[in-house]
């Protein structure tokens, strides 16, 4: 099993950033963090990266399912989503599989929970993909 979905898209990095807030935002999520990995780690580490972003997405009706169901699910929250230039030119949007991030937690309730958040993630990562 993957541990993310993703899409590749044809357009500018940041025009990308804001087609996949978009797509979230269809499906209920909104965007709680935003981590620029490339000037996080220039600024650190003094090192060149590609454009890549990590948006932390959070569907908070289902995010309150979850911590109702296991109060330490929270150290797998927000869905994290990375928008990452390519060396190609393209840009791919990965967002993490709750299905896979869950599986070591036994707890039948939370891994359905997962799916309904992997559904919503999928047809994010679909719609992102048609737009390209």
């Not at 990095?13 to 087609?19: D, M, Y």
């Amino acid at each position: 099993m993957s541990y993310y979905i993703s899409a590749t898209l044809n357009v500018p990095f940041e025009k990308a950033l804001e087609l996949t807030e978009d797509a979230l935002k269809a499906e209920q999520f909104g965007v709680i963090s935003r981590i620029d990995i490339q000037q996080t780690l220039k600024t650190k580490i003094d090192v060149d990266f590609q454009p890549y972003t990590i948006l932390g997405a959070c569907n908070p009706a289902l995010a309150y399912e979850a911590l109702q169901l296991e109060d330490k699910v929270g150290t797998m929250l927000p869905c994290n989503v990375v928008v990452q230039q390519l060396a190609d030119g393209t840009v791919e949007v990965a967002a993490v599989d709750p299905v896979a991030s869950m599986q070591g937690i036994d707890n039948p309730a939370l891994a359905k929970a997962a799916t309904a958040v992997r559904e919503k993630l999928a047809r994010a990562m679909n719609a992102l993909a048609a737009d390209s």
